[in-house]
């Protein structure tokens, strides 16, 4: 079955850097777009970032864009979301994303990225 595993998170100061990580499996990773989302408490779960199959094209939402870079390695059927420049408001549980069928959105377990002095 789809599984997705992130990776990555943790606690850093504001202006830093993290690299999150998402390992997948159980589908043909190479046929498909892959997403990025985070929530916060309280807020509705937001899209952060979108890559196609083959990486040739990436989409960002103006919350984050020129500050998160979303890349892939379709021989190690990894996704990464590099983020720079983090931000208080950056804070939230991130989570891998890719959708089968056209509706099923299959999630992972989430990775917790804390922005704070």
């Known amino acids: 079955q789809v599984q997705l595993v992130e990776s990555g998170g943790g606690l850093v100061q504001p202006g830093g850097s993290l690299r999150l990580s998402c390992v997948a499996s159980g589908f043909t990773f190479s046929s498909y777009a892959m997403k990025w989302y985070r929530q916060a408490p309280g807020k509705e779960r937001e899209l952060v970032a979108t890559?196609?199959?083959?990486?040739?094209?990436?989409i960002y939402p103006d919350s984050v864009k020129g500050r998160f870079t979303i890349s892939r390695d379709n021989a190690k059927n990894t996704v990464y979301l590099q983020m720079n420049s983090l931000k208080p408001e950056d804070t939230a549980v991130y989570y891998c994303?890719?959708?089968?069928?056209?509706?099923?959105?299959?999630w992972g377990q989430g990775t917790q990225v804390t922005v704070s002095s």
């Open positions: 890559i196609t199959s083959a990486g040739g094209s990436t």
């Open positions: 994303n890719v959708r089968q069928w056209g509706v099923t959105n299959y």
